[in-house]
């Protein structure tokens, strides 16, 4: 199915019946990353499953911007008619989930962020390095993204009001410091660093993600 919002169609898969749950993808990935978790969550909960604008199956753009990207979502959600949904977001969606808080505190009952960083020098030096080289050879708007933004400032958490829980791998793309950074500034806030798991391993395609999402 598709919405129209800020001016994009965005894709997106509505699964079950139940209190209202937004799943939001990564970098460069689409819904379909949360096909386990939707297989689950999808017995107690009516799932959105939405296709970030230029991603998937949603409409392409050229350029990337996270404030654009989180009002897409607040758009959905009012269009929709969806009253106060949990959201769950990896990565860049994680992002768009802490800009969608700070902008409107009480749009969302609680917010679950997995690998999220609110500022480039948030995430580990190799990879940034590894990133730079790579945009200068393939000028990807989806690095560019990655190495301009977000601008999220301690100002911008110290604005959230919702129960929050930060995850992260042990051997995360985000340093372990900046994720306990971005806690220290949510007043409702836990950290959950997962031991021997990765950016992704625990989100991707893997059931695990159900269990943390229910036990919040």
Known sequence: MKARVNGIDLFYEKYGKGSSIILLHGNGENHTIFSEAVSLLKKTYTVYAIDSRGHGLSQKTNEFDYNEMAQDIIEFI??????????????????????????????????????????????????????????????????????????????????????VLLTAGEDDLVKTTHTYAIAKNIHNS????????????????NPLLFEIITSF
């Open 78 to 163: 009012h269009i929709k008619k969806i009253k106060k949904p949990f959201l769950y977001g990896f990565s860049d969606g994680g992002i768009i989930g802490l800009i969608i808080a700070t902008k409107h505190p009480d749009l969302l009952s609680k917010l679950i962020v997995s690998g999220a960083n609110t500022k480039p020098s948030g995430l580990k030096n190799k990879f940034v390095n590894e990133a730079k080289q790579e945009y200068e050879q393939t000028g990807s708007p989806f690095l560019k993204l990655i190495l301009t933004q977000p601008n999220i400032s301690a100002k911008d958490l110290k604005a959230i009001k919702i129960p």
């Open 190 to 205: 836990q950290v959950l660093i997962l031991s021997n798991e990765n950016h992704d391993s625990y989100v991707i395609h």
